[in-house]
Every structure is written in structure tokens, then in C-alpha cells.
């Protein structure tokens, strides 16, 4: 089994709809991320937590929120989907305590369109 | 500004050359991390340095805190090797990654 997991892999949703992706981790990490891919894009961060009741937004966090239901679990939520949210959603975890820097795990990224 | 820039953006080679990827970074780093996507999407980490070199079986990576730049090297290239390589930095304040946009490799039998 992957150590993150997201669910689900790929989504075809319409504009204005509320759509969720989800994330678990079985790595016991404390810090969590949500980023987006888009082609000729870097990975840009969209949320990060560092602990259950730690949310803090990243570079592009309008239209997007987040809930940290659990340390496993980091969800997150586009409210009313736009096409420009089309794009593949990664979520990752790391973990502070490794000495040379954070080691950083991802998911096996969430394909959403929005038509 | 991109903190993380690669070089080159695409790149095909035949099976068996050596192959080289390039990596500069603007910010001050604790890591930078070698990255490997898949056609599939799915990103793996591939190598994690914060100085000298580290290899893995064909693959190098390589390290120049003073100069700010990393290399990724692959000898006697193979076409499973063929996939997107993302170079990322974690930075030593802020607790932030920095992602480059990553280099297409397409390696041809």
C-alpha cells in the first residue's frame, strides 16, 4: 500500500460544483501539503498543515480550502470549481525530525477537470 | 522568479548516452531533492543531497552549495529511464519546497 494516498485519482466535475480530494498518510508525519501541477509549471503550493489545528495558505490558495481532520488525513476542497482549477493535485507529507532537511513523500496525484 | 531553474526543459537522447540535467537555485537550502514523474504522475524521490554526490546505480546527482547548482546525471541511458525529472529545493528558513519546472527526458532504443 502507497504511504500517501489520494482519493480520487481522477475527477470530471462541472464548473460550480463542490468537489473534494482527499488525502491519508500512513508515514506518521505532522506536516502535510496540497499542491497543483500544470504543464510548463512548477509544483505550486496550495495549502500546508503543520499539525492537526495548524492551516496555513500557500502561494495559491484562492478558491481552494482545506480541513486537517486528523495527522493522517488532509482534504482539500474547491468550493465552486472553475476550469482553470483543471490540473493534476499532489499532496505530500514530510517530516521535520530528518536531519538533513525534510524528506518529502507525494501521492500518486488526483486528475481533476472542470468542463 | 523562479527560485529553482532546470535546464534544459526537453531533452531526447539515444539508448546507451550519457545524460545530464541541470539544476540552479536562488534561496538557501537545508536539501535539494532529485525528483522522478512518470507518464502516469506519479512523483518518486529519487535522490535527497545537501552536499558532495550520491549515485544509484546509473544515476549521479551532484551538489555545489557555493555555487548553487546541482547536477543529475544518467550513464548508459535506457528508455524506462524516459519520464519528467523535477529538481526541489527545501529551504533553510520558512520550511517551504521550491519546485523546478522539470525536464523531460525521452530516451529512444
Known amino acids: 500500500d502507497a504511504d500517501v494516498t489520494q482519493t480520487p485519482r481522477n475527477r470530471i466535475t462541472k464548473t460550480g460544483k463542490r468537489i473534494m480530494l482527499e488525502c491519508s498518510q500512513t508515514?506518521?508525519?505532522?506536516?502535510m501539503y496540497w499542491y497543483r501541477q500544470d504543464p510548463g509549471l512548477g509544483l505550486r503550493l496550495i495549502y500546508y498543515s503543520f499539525d492537526v489545528k495548524d492551516i496555513n495558505k500557500g502561494e495559491i490558495s484562492d478558491g481552494y480550502s482545506v480541513s486537517r481532520q486528523a495527522q493522517a488525513k488532509f482534504s482539500l476542497s474547491l468550493e465552486s470549481a472553475i476550469p482553470n482549477q483543471t490540473a493534476l493535485y499532489f499532496c505530500a507529507t514530510s517530516d521535520p525530525r530528518d536531519t538533513l532537511g525534510n524528506t518529502i513523500y507525494f501521492g500518486e496525484g488526483s486528475w481533476l477537470t472542470v468542463v | 522568479k523562479n527560485e529553482v531553474e532546470q535546464s534544459p526543459q526537453n531533452l531526447t537522447a539515444q539508448e546507451g548516452e550519457f545524460i545530464t540535467i541541470n539544476c540552479s537555485y536562488s534561496?538557501?537550502?537545508?536539501?535539494l531533492h532529485w525528483l522522478q514523474q512518470h507518464p502516469g504522475g506519479g512523483i518518486v524521490s529519487l535522490f535527497m543531497?545537501?552536499?558532495g554526490k550520491k549515485k544509484h546505480g546509473r544515476l549521479i546527482a551532484t551538489i555545489n552549495i557555493q555555487e548553487k547548482h546541482s547536477s543529475l546525471h544518467i550513464t548508459a541511458s535506457h528508455p524506462r529511464d524516459s519520464a519528467v525529472y523535477i529538481c526541489a529545493v527545501k529551504t533553510n528558513t520558512g520550511n517551504q519546497f521550491y519546485f523546478g519546472t522539470g525536464t523531460s527526458l525521452t530516451v529512444i532504443p
Open positions: 534561496v538557501g537550502i537545508s536539501a
Open positions: 543531497l545537501s552536499s
Open positions: 508515514k506518521g508525519h505532522d506536516r
